[in-house]
């Protein structure tokens, strides 16, 4: 069975910097991405990374504050965020779709960020 491993969330001040990171079990996707659901609120995109060519897609409410990577070798890809606002307080999940149909195929455990004024 697939399993992504998340890491890397935690509490931090405004303007502060974290990096989360997501294992994955297997390779063989063709997109992995962020997504992050805030109390009261629906889960919604944040990033996406496309496995091969690399290219990537950033939500407007992060756009030039985050940046989305991967590691081939490791099979893994990573959230760096940096000038934190309490406005990006989540769990941030990470997914992973291999069909690239409307909904991702696998989910991670979900990791909470706590941004603090």
């Known amino acids: 069975q697939v399993q992504l491993v998340e890491s890397g969330g935690g509490q931090v001040q405004a303007g502060g910097s974290l990096r989360l990171s997501c294992a994955a079990s297997e390779r063989t996707f063709y997109r992995m991405g962020w997504f992050r659901q805030a109390p009261g609120k629906e889960r919604e995109f944040v990033a996406v990374?496309?496995?091969?060519?690399?290219?990537?897609v950033y939500a407007d409410s992060v756009k030039g504050r985050f940046t989305i990577s991967r590691d081939s070798a490791k099979n893994t890809v990573y959230l760096q965020m940096n000038a934190l606002k309490p406005e990006d307080t989540a769990v941030y999940y990470c997914?992973?779709?291999?069909?690239?149909?409307?909904?991702?195929?696998?989910w991670g455990q979900g990791t909470q960020v706590t941004v603090s004024s």
């Open positions: 997914a992973a779709d291999r069909t690239l149909g409307a909904k991702y195929d696998y």
């Open positions: 990374i496309m496995w091969n060519g690399g290219s990537r």
